[in-house]
């Protein structure tokens, strides 16, 4: 009688064991990278322009107006796709990145950029130079690919421990198609990497570093905090980025190093002073009690200014107060 089973050589289950692992890897990557894929036809050109926006009108808390004043680093933009992150909210700074939120350096990042382009992962580099106060703009013309479609891009606030603005993977490519125009604001970060809590902070490294982080109007919640403005829901924008496609490819440049200022662009953003309340220290202790022993003596606390109010905020209160009081020499004879 004949078995209904059907042997199969060893080396043929070998082959379909093959097959099917191969079959079930290319379907995993297909699901990753669905919805991510850029099928746009050709490259597109996009001018990138960043508006610092930051002034003693709109940030009057501790404005740095010396040594030195508020000015703005090299924008750096990285186009990439999605193997490369220059930076990520809610995770560890890199050192490149270490290395540019406390000094403005670029040198570990474009390192980083260079080895991450062999693997094809990042397209090209990009840097401006900088803004010499906290009001101005710069602009770099990109050219992104379908394998390269995202947009990274970071600012340092020059002074500060670690703080800057920037942007995490920005996709230009959409449905197949590369997007004409994006306009968005932008709030500053803490890199996590220093413990500063003022523009002027001298270095103090924040050990373990801890991940990077949003700078809001009550966090940190700390009222030394720089950008603590706690009757604000939220900080005004610190700065916007506008990104529209060219009808052209960019201009070769040797050395990626551009400052376009469109005309255009170069309206100045309007937007409402930010009110800063007085903010006064401690009373000092009671001074010693003087005066006639018949009708009783008077005392003395002081207290001082620590911020002064502006944008009409609350005004400061009185910085002296006096209460009676009967004199120790008074207190003696009795």
């Known amino acids: 009688m004949m078995s209904s089973e059907i042997l199969v050589p060893g080396w043929l289950q070998q082959l379909l064991v093959v097959l099917l692992r191969f079959t079930l890897s290319c379907a995993a990557l297909v699901n990753s990278t669905n919805g991510t894929e850029c099928s ?20 009057p808390k501790q404005y740095p107006l010396f ?13 990439h796709n999605e193997q490369y992150r220059l930076w ?85 490519c959409e449905g197949g198609k590369w997007k004409q125009e994006v306009t968005f604001d932008l709030h500053p970060f ?3 990497t220093d413990s500063g809590f003022t523009f002027s902070s001298p270095n103090f490294p924040t050990t373990p570093p801890e991940n990077i982080t949003m700078i809001t109007s009550q966090k940190p919640n700390h009222p030394a905090n720089s950008f603590y403005y706690p009757r604000l829901n ?22 990626r190093l551009s400052n376009h200022i469109l005309p255009d662009a170069s309206k100045p953003h309007r937007f409402s002073e930010t009110p800063l309340d007085c903010e006064v220290s401690m009373w000092s202790s009671w001074g010693l009690c003087f005066g006639p ?10 207290r001082y200014i620590l911020l002064k109010p502006a944008n009409s905020g609350s005004p400061c209160p009185e910085l002296e107060e006096q209460e009676e009081c009967t004199p120790h020499n008074c207190l003696a004879d009795q």
């Open 190 to 192: 803490d890199a996590g």
């Open 234 to 255: 939220e900080l005004p924008p610190l700065a916007t980025i506008w990104v529209k496609r060219q009808s052209r490819l960019p201009v070769r440049q040797q050395n």
């Open 67 to 79: 040594r030195p004043p508020a000015q703005w680093s090299k924008l750096m933009v990285v186009t």
């Open 40 to 59: 746009a036809r050709g490259p597109a050109s996009y001018i990138v322009v960043f508006t610092g926006h930051w002034s003693p009108q709109t940030f």
């Open 88 to 172: 990520q909210e809610g995770a560890p700074a890199s050192d490149g990145m270490k290395s540019f939120a406390e000094q403005g350096l670029t040198v570990d990042l474009v390192k980083d950029a260079k080895e991450a382009r062999k693997r094809r992962s990042v397209g090209s580099m990009y840097r401006t130079a900088g803004i010499p106060s906290g009001i101005g703009h710069s602009s770099t013309e990109v050219l992104l690919t379908p394998r390269s479609p995202l947009v990274s891009l970071i600012v340092k606030l020059i002074p500060s421990p670690d703080w800057f603005v920037g942007v995490d993977g920005l996709n230009l």
């Open 293 to 302: 022993c018949a009708r009783g003596g008077l005392r003395h606390r002081t």
